[in-house]
């Protein structure tokens, strides 16, 4: 059984605030294509305008830091059948080390699971979200985790200006999925986590279609 985790993007949609949300139209309409090809034979080719941060995103080290690893340069085994474990944080605003002590984490894509996900859309999504601790992220370093989710509008405290999650996690290559949903759908544990994005060259951010595999 396959579980989706990821949200729906749309030509309008915003991600996060300031910054410009996708344009997603006809580059050849299905009408302008019949001019193109042989009787009854139509396609339509999309063209899309956006910024990397779109929807439920996954960023690798190149988002961070000048000279960190690319999705070129990242291998498909630290985004695809991750060992998945689950951390249920609902209702919790400051998710501290406290959360993952005690879990069988090492090696594990790590989801944290707020609810936040609730208010995807709404006004409300930007302000007041959930977010790690950079102790919580130290901890989760230390424990050699391969991935931390959240779904959330950060997995760190947008109130400051300061970005030590991300600057904790990516520093150490465990890259990190953000705006995810569907996360109440998931078991603890007992389920591969996929999070793939295309094969671009100088890119450390960009939207995938995240999902966990449900092991019979």
Request: charged letters at 25%; hydrophobic letters at 35%; a negative charge.
């Amino acid at each position: 059984m396959y579980i989706d985790l990821s949200h729906t993007i749309f030509d309008g949609l915003v991600t996060y605030k300031g910054l410009p949300a996708p344009v997603i139209c006809d580059y050849l309409s299905r009408s302008a294509s019949r001019e193109l090809y042989g009787e009854d034979t139509e396609f339509q080719i999309g063209k899309i305008e956006m910024v990397a941060n779109t929807g439920t995103y996954i960023d690798c080290p190149f988002h961070r830091y000048e000279h960190g690893k690319d999705f070129v340069e990242t291998g498909l085994e630290a985004f695809a059948d991750l060992d998945g474990i689950t951390i249920n944080a609902e209702g919790v605003s400051e998710i501290g080390k406290e959360f993952f002590t005690g879990k069988a984490i090492r090696n594990k894509a790590v989801l944290v699971h707020t609810g936040w996900s609730r208010h995807w859309n709404t006004e409300n999504y930007f302000e007041g979200h959930p977010w790690l601790t950079e102790e919580a992220a130290e901890y989760l370093k230390d424990c050699g985790v391969k991935l931390v989710g959240i779904d959330s509008h950060n997995i760190d405290n947008t109130g400051k200006k300061d970005r030590p999650v991300h600057t904790v996690l990516l520093g150490a290559d465990i890259l990190i999925v953000e705006h995810m949903c569907n996360l109440d759908k998931l078991p603890e544990s007992g389920y591969l986590f996929t999070a793939a994005p295309p094969k671009f060259k100088g890119v450390g951010t960009f939207p995938v279609r995240a999902y966990a595999k449900i092991k019979k």
